[in-house]
């Protein structure tokens, strides 16, 4: 099976930079993933690392260590929209047809405060 | 982007009636569907996973004949939640793949769903 440890809460201050880590164990690990979902919302797509490394977005960046199953997001120039939860995801093999499944972490709250 | 809408956005049934919940690609055909569920300020739970044309495969724990999922053509989804009760209320979400080896999942506006 899979399973992922991120924190359950961050705060941060508006224009500040925030770091979301993400710890994983899974087998058949392909990629990891983070989407952010607002209360009530549906989850959208922010980053994918598949290889080692910082991937950059705008103001969103992701990084990948795949020796340590450890990967973090880094948000810069917190603005308040950026307060939802944010979830990392593990990409892994589905036995079904090729195709792929993600295992999500269980969340992390962030609450920017002006 | 590629969009995914669902439908019903929010419903509210009475124990032991049945419930269908359709999911859509609208701009490009899902090879893979998947269904979701979310309690509130919890993860989603994978609970199936659909490829058009063929049987889903249910996640651990995850009861294939009250959840029926069908996946008629490449655009569509539906998930019958038969026999509803109470603890079957919550936030069900489908997300949808362009392609089988795509790394992105396209999430739909997810149901509310409410059983009295």
Redesign the interface.
């Known amino acids: 099976g899979q399973s992922l440890e991120q924190p359950s809460e961050v705060t941060a201050v508006e224009g500040a930079i925030v770091q979301i880590n993400c710890t994983y164990q899974t087998s058949g690990f392909?990629?990891l993933?983070w989407?952010q979902q607002h209360d009530?919302?549906?989850?959208?797509?922010l980053s994918?690392n598949?290889l080692d490394g910082l991937e950059e977005t705008g103001r969103f960046s992701s990084f990948l260590s795949r020796s340590d199953s450890y990967g973090y997001l880094l948000l810069q120039e917190l603005q308040m929209k950026d307060s939802a939860s944010y979830?990392c995801a593990v990409?892994v093999a589905?036995?079904?047809?090729?195709?792929?499944?993600?295992?999500?972490?269980?969340?992390t709250?962030l609450s920017v405060i002006p | 982007g590629a969009v995914v809408s669902q439908h019903p956005s929010r419903v509210i049934c009475k124990s032991g009636t049945s419930v269908k919940i359709e999911c859509r690609s609208l701009d490009f055909q899902a090879?893979?569907m998947?269904w979701y569920r979310q309690f509130p300020?919890?993860?989603?739970?994978?609970m199936a996973?659909s490829?058009e044309g063929?049987k889903a495969?249910y996640e651990q724990g995850v009861e294939k004949d009250k959840f029926l999922i069908n996946h008629a053509s490449l655009t569509l989804s539906t998930l019958t939640v038969t026999s509803a009760h109470p603890e079957d209320s919550s936030f069900y979400?489908c997300?949808a793949?362009p392609g089988?080896?795509?790394?992105?999942?396209?999430?739909?506006?997810?149901t509310r769903l409410t059983v009295t």
């Open positions: 392909y990629g993933s989407y009530g919302g549906a989850p959208t797509f994918y598949a979830f990409r589905y036995s079904g047809a090729g195709s792929y499944q993600l295992t999500f972490g269980k969340g709250k | 090879t893979t998947f300020k919890k993860s989603l739970m994978l996973t490829n063929s495969t979400i997300s793949t089988q080896r795509s790394y992105e999942q396209y999430f739909g506006p997810g």
